[in-house]
């Protein structure tokens, strides 16, 4: 009796114990709450108060607008070759970006071709003049994959100095000359078509007018064909356009500005016409061209755009990604001499979006009547012309290079009290 008992208290007494340590956990636990409230709201009324601190703050800095003295640089986003008031616009913050890289050369020396991109993985480069300055209609694709060349069924006739462009699975080359020859017998009007999955050429209605040394691109299904020289060499202001479904072209307005040797691409509904040779009136020995003009379909017109940086012709051309217009390498004439003619470096992109010029990386081997493409979102570069003087052939290359751009914010930069600064200036009097 007396064991139970005992056993009966200390049941009981442990029990008690038991409450108590609750009791105390649950004072502790109530005290932690209560404490991390009072940090909460504390911490709460802090960010009102930095807020309210901060607000103030903004609206005193908007208030003294104007409070750093005669300030000599100032940036903008966008439209950087507009003038912001009391400054002279210096250039990009991204000048020279971009790298290039070599890749293997074609199989021979070519000038005078086209090249075009096409499914994101494959170039065909189509015609030209060889080494010795023979016109060719080899056809030849280029497999970015695995860095090879393929020999593809050859143009009905040889083909230098045209446009071509790309419509769903067929190229269509346009203008040109069949032979070197400088006679008028040597302009074509035909219209020839590569059908690249049958791998196969047929012969599309001829155009209105005979181009040489023109440019071509493809818009909305259709092919455009711009400027070039007519007969006897005249300068051509003349705009046509292939309608492939239709095997029809029409005439288009006039360009402003008639000119040979110049690029031309599609770029944000518009076909843009860059550069060339003209005849410029106000300075004979100055012809190659910086304008750079845009035939909107839909209107009809067309509208003159910012110049190029560096004036020039035969460069090569592509559109990269986010409607950026990229001008490569080109020709000029050293010291207005057109005996001398020789390759740029140069490589200029133009922002449809900014209406802005951007110098970028310059390409390793400079050269002129080259041709591009762009596929994968990078830009091969293909042949071309090397330094020619006084030569009626001029020395032609197989190197092939591939560029990659490096997008940046577009961040422009404007300077105070500093008018001869050009960012775009020469980097060197050598003539890059």
């Known amino acids: 009796m007396y064991i139970e008992k005992n056993m009966e208290g200390d049941s009981v007494g ?29 911490i709460f009324i802090a960010l009102i108060a930095v807020g309210a601190s901060q607000h103030n703050s903004i609206k005193n800095l908007k ?56 499914n994101e993985e494959n170039v065909f480069i189509i015609g030209g003049a060889n080494a010795s300055g023979s016109v060719t209609n080899e056809v030849w694709m280029y497999d970015a994959i695995f860095h090879n060349y393929t020999k593809k069924a050859p143009m009905p006739e040889p083909r230098y100095r045209f446009g071509a462009a790309l419509v769903n699975d067929k190229i269509y080359v346009v203008g040109g000359r069949n032979s070197s020859a400088d006679e008028n017998e040597a302009m074509t009007k035909s219209t020839f078509i590569y059908d690249i999955q049958k791998d196969a050429w047929s012969k599309g209605k001829d155009s209105f007018e005979y181009h040489s040394d023109t440019c071509a691109d493809s818009l909305d299904g259709k092919v455009y064909m711009i400027g070039g020289y007519g007969q ?61 003009e845009s035939y909107d379909p839909k209107s009809m017109k067309w509208t003159s755009r910012p110049d190029l940086l560096t004036p020039r012709g035969d460069a090569g051309i592509v559109l990269l990604p986010g409607d950026k217009i990229m001008l490569i390498g080109g020709e000029g004439h050293y010291k207005n001499q057109s005996d001398f003619k020789y390759p740029k470096h140069v490589n200029e992109v133009y922002y449809v979006t900014d209406q802005t010029w951007v110098e970028k990386a310059m390409i390793p081997t400079a050269r002129f009547r080259t041709a591009a493409a762009q596929i994968g979102g990078l830009a091969y570069v293909f042949g071309g012309a090397d330094l020619c003087i006084n030569s009626p052939v001029c020395p032609a290359l197989d190197t092939a290079e591939i560029y990659l751009d490096v997008d940046h914010p577009h961040v422009y930069i404007y300077l105070k009290n500093e008018p001869s600064y050009n960012d775009n200036a020469p980097l060197s009097i050598y003539p890059f």
């Open 63 to 118: 208030q003294k607008a104007g409070t750093i003295e005669d300030p000599k640089v100032a940036f903008a986003t966008g439209f950087g070759d507009r003038n912001i008031e009391g400054f002279n616009y210096g250039g990009s913050l991204f000048r020279g970006s971009g790298f290039w890289s070599t890749r293997k050369a074609l199989p021979g020396n070519l000038t005078d071709h086209a090249a075009v991109g096409y």
């Open 14 to 42: 442990y029990l008690h114990g038991e409450v108590r340590s609750l009791k105390r956990s649950l004072h502790r636990f109530t005290i932690a709450v209560t404490v991390l409230s009072v940090v909460v709201v504390a």
């Open 232 to 292: 006897d060499y005249l300068y051509l202001d003349v705009a046509e356009v292939y309608d492939p479904e239709q095997n029809e072209w029409t005439r288009l307005t006039n360009m402003p500005t008639a000119r040979g040797d110049l690029m031309c691409v599609a770029a944000a509904g518009e076909i843009y016409a860059l550069g060339g040779y003209y005849n410029n009136l106000a300075n004979p020995n100055d012809s190659f061209s910086s304008k750079m």
